[in-house]
């Protein structure tokens, strides 16, 4: 593990391999371990530097304060890039992650090379969705619930509500100990989740896109998140969409080997 100061933060990261440099984001209650399933594949043809995002693991945050949201990891994965000084990297996100990286990407395309979103997570605005209601979403309301219940002190319960909402009833009971312990590492940035004012993506966000795009999702994946995907999608011009079979949200857990395939023929094209 190595560090880089970014923004008043020491950020922990991991790196493996050698080649142009892939900068992987994490989601929502993980940490740069999460990509431990397909840094030794796509090492094998790059620099993969992973982070681990501001309250994540191995820090061990309360929960308390106002530094825990989009702006604030957006802010700090363009400083990351920045200290790094590699040049244009590619970036990848997951989920959180694939939001954070879609807002470098509309912030900074200067800093990156290509970009690979595997099913960003978010809303949509009034202009990308037909049925979009002001409010609360259904996704806020179950951060609320199960960060309600991690400020309480019961960790597995909270994390209970959050993944079987997420993947279907029992999925968090289903878990194997090692998975369930880097989610009960980072339970309580849900606190900080919840307050997180996450900015809905909109048509002009995503038309404002110009980085090479390529948006990977889990054929099986539930609620609104394939949603999500296939709109942003749809609006980024000359985006492409690999769904692989068989997978929900976590994929390139699931299945590694074709998910490493589709991002290294991505990355090694011209």
């Known amino acids: 593990m190595q560090t880089l100061p970014v923004n008043g933060f020491d950020m922990a ?57 989009i702006a604030q990891h957006v802010d700090d994965v363009i400083g990351f890039i920045e200290q790094l000084n590699l040049g244009p990297v590619d970036l990848m996100g997951h989920s959180r992650g694939g939001h954070i990286a879609f807002r470098v990407a509309q912030r900074r395309p200067d800093l990156l090379r290509k970009l690979i979103l595997a099913e960003p997570g978010g809303e949509l605005d009034a202009s990308l969705d037909p049925a979009y209601k002001p409010g609360p979403s259904p996704i806020a309301a179950r951060i609320a619930a199960s960060a309600e219940v991690i400020a309480r002190g019961d960790i597995d319960g909270g994390l209970a509500i959050f993944i079987d909402a997420l993947e279907g009833p029992g999925a968090w009971k289903r878990l194997p100990a090692t998975p369930k312990q880097l989610l009960r590492d980072n339970a309580t940035t849900l606190i900080g989740q919840m307050r997180d004012a996450r900015p809905p993506f909109s048509r002009a966000d995503a038309e404002a896109i110009k980085t090479p795009t390529m948006f990977i999702g889990g054929a099986n994946t539930r609620g609104a998140i394939p949603l999500v995907l296939r709109a942003l999608a749809a609006n980024v011009a000359g985006s492409r969409t690999e769904m692989i079979p068989r997978t929900t949200h976590p994929m390139f857990e699931q299945a590694p080997q074709k998910y490493c395939e589709i991002v290294l023929a991505f990355l090694a094209e011209a």
């Open 13 to 69: 990261y991991l790196e493996a391999g050698e080649g142009p440099p892939l900068v992987c984001v994490h989601g929502s209650l993980c940490d740069f371990r999460i990509w431990s399933s397909v840094m030794g594949l796509l090492s094998k043809k790059h620099r993969v530097i992973a982070p681990s995002l501001r309250h994540f693991f191995p820090d061990h945050w309360d929960g308390i304060g106002d530094t825990y949201s």
